[in-house]
Each structure stands twice: as C-alpha cells, then as structure tokens.
C-alpha cells in the first residue's frame, strides 16, 4: 500500500518545536516540508511499518518517529558531519548519512518481514 504524507504546516511546526526552532522563524519551512515525506518514507521502508489513520483518515505518526523525522531534518539543514576540507580550490565534504543512535528512535516500530 502506497502512502502519500502531504505536510501541513501543523505538522511543520511540530517538527520546529521538536528541533527547538520558533514558530515564527519561517526561513526551514519549505525545506522542512519537502523533506518530511522523503524521510518518512524511508522510515516505513526501515521499519516496514506503514502506521495508521485517524478517524478523519490523518496519518498517525508515532512519537519516536517524529524525533526521528525532527533530527534527520535538522541534521541536513547544519553543517555537521565535516569528512574533508580542502584549501586550494576551497572544497567541503559533508557526512550526510544519519547516524545509527537517531535510527534507535526507529526500534519500537520495526515490523518483521516475511519473505516469500
């Protein structure tokens, strides 16, 4: 089952709470918009968990996911994970995979997977 996660800026604003951000500061929003379907994606793939619906058909996104989703936003959005510098044409490279004590966040949601 294909799900399609179209934030609302409610859901935005629960994500700036969570990464410490004002609501009023609105310069992450779009970026934080796009980016939340594409990480919760990769969420249900990692714990093959599709989650579920409220009465009025909202997905319901659990807790430990939203700080999942909150950090790997705010990860991407600093520059953090420095892996190289170098001096002469001036070149920067960035670590921007996430690491494997957010992805402990994911646990409680994993679902098994039968091949068959």
Do not use: C
């Not at 609501?23 to 970026?31: L, V, W």
């Amino acid at each position: 089952m294909e799900v399609e996660f179209i934030p609302e800026q409610e859901d935005v604003n629960e994500i700036k709470a969570i990464m410490q951000m004002s609501e009023s500061d609105t310069s992450k929003d779009a970026y934080i918009k796009t980016m939340l379907p594409l990480f919760l994606e990769s969420v249900m793939a990692h714990t093959n968990n599709q989650f579920s619906y409220t009465a009025e058909g909202k997905l319901r996104i659990p807790g430990g996911v939203k700080i999942y989703l909150a950090k790997a936003i705010e990860r991407n959005t600093m520059k953090t994970g420095l892996k190289s510098r170098s001096m002469g044409t001036v070149s920067y490279s960035y670590d921007t995979s996430v690491p494997e004590e957010l992805k402990g966040h994911l646990a409680p949601y994993r679902k098994v997977k039968w091949d068959e």
